[in-house]
């Protein structure tokens, strides 16, 4: 069982524990570049307690707003405006896509190439891993970015892409998991940010590069899922059970950087590329045809039978029923997987006007990853079809 396991960050995680970032800042210096997304965290009391730490304490601060998924263009037009020696540290503050922009920035101030000479599979070179220290504080739960060596650029499109900028000193220094700071984040990308969660989660925990460490890490973050995801979509201000998604995300990130992840975030890649829809809800609307069609699959084929009692394991967990056979503990967790995508509203790609004609594009362009077993083109276009 040989397996590597990266360097993560220091984690500091819990309510109130915000206010680490200032001595966290301190370490570095007192010169920041800040990220933040449109308004949830700006928009919160948080920030006008944020900013009045900065002034006390002296650090200075340059404020940018992320709000899409970041492009090429943001990335190389915040590090145009900045300088390498007058920066000591770059702190993000946000979802998915602050957090990945902000990690970007912390890679790039000071190059001379633009960023997409460095994207995998878009450019021409490998990053040589010099990077500022880089902080990210979560203002949702499903990305697991504060724990992640990649950052993911989309430039959305016909000939669009969304590729990663990636390399093992790109984790972030300090993660800092204020789960209040999740309290304010809407219903809509709550339950599309925590499918995406656990999704990464299942698919680290049945990937083929999966080691007994990053197993028992997935284990414990849907443990947490569990607990606390319908808690959560039932009452967003229910801090114990936003504590829980919080743990569940950042876990998640851990995870999936050091087993990978399955065919849904091969679709989340080719999807994402070539429409505008988040990516929490390309996974969580494509977590249960994808799963369905991959035990299908490893059923017929017995190619992986540990991956079924992978499956099972995990939906006894869910079910709390111990004595049950595998195809039931299997059946309790697709179908715990279809009331939440039904019951939390997890719309239909059709919503975001993904058109049929692409699939067979979107099919091709699509990469299994480290799924249990490999989906051919006519399976994956069903899984497509069955979510239009
Ligand atoms: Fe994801």
Not at 70 to 93: F, G, H, M, Y
Not at 312 to 328: D, E, I, L, Q, W
């Amino acid at each position: 069982m040989p397996f590597k396991f990266a360097q993560s960050p220091t984690i500091i995680f819990g309510s109130e524990k915000r206010s680490e970032l200032v001595p966290s800042i301190r370490k570095y210096g007192g010169r920041i570049v800040l990220l933040t997304g449109k308004k949830s965290f700006t928009g919160s009391k948080y920030w006008e307690e944020l900013q009045g730490d900065f002034e006390k304490s002296k650090i200075s601060y340059r404020n940018f707003v992320i709000s899409n998924e970041p492009s090429p263009e943001d990335i190389d037009q915040i590090c145009r405006q900045n300088q390498l020696k007058e920066t000591d540290a770059v702190v993000a503050i946000g979802g998915g896509s602050v957090l990945d922009a902000g990690k970007a920035v912390s890679a790039m101030i000071g190059k001379k190439e633009p960023v997409k000479t460095y994207l995998e599979g878009v450019g021409t070179k490998e990053p040589d891993g010099s990077t500022l220290p880089f902080i990210a504080l979560p203002t949702t739960s499903g990305t697991g970015s504060e724990c992640t060596k990649n950052a993911v650029i989309s430039e959305v499109g016909e000939n669009g892409f969304k590729k990663s900028l990636r390399h093992d000193n790109f984790v972030p220094k300090i993660a800092i998991v204020d789960p209040e700071l999740t309290l304010n984040c809407p219903k809509g990308v709550t339950a599309a940010s925590g499918m995406d969660a656990f999704t990464q989660l299942l698919e680290s925990y049945l990937s083929t590069n999966s080691s007994p460490m990053t197993d028992s890490l997935a284990l414990g973050g849907l443990e947490k899922i569990k607990e606390s995801f319908e808690n959560v979509m039932g009452d967003g201000n229910n801090l114990p059970a936003r504590e829980g998604l919080a743990y569940a995300s950042m876990i998640s990130g851990i995870t999936l950087a050091n087993a990978g992840l399955g065919t849904i975030h091969g679709f989340a890649s080719s999807i994402g590329g070539r429409y505008d829809i988040p990516h929490g809800v390309v996974c969580g609307t494509l977590m249960l045809p994808c799963n369905k069609v991959t035990i299908r699959k490893l059923k017929k084929t017995k190619s992986n039978d540990a991956a079924l009692v992978k499956y099972a394991t995990v939906g006894r967990m869910f079910c709390g029923v111990p004595r049950k056979s595998v195809n039931y503990h299997i059946n309790y967790l697709l179908e715990l997987i279809s009331d939440w995508t039904e019951r939390f509203g997890i719309p239909r790609l059709s919503q975001f006007d993904v058109q049929r004609d692409a699939f067979p594009e979107i099919v091709k362009n699509t990469g299994n990853k480290n799924n249990p077993v490999d989906l051919n083109e006519d399976e994956l276009l069903e899984v497509l079809e069955s979510r239009h």
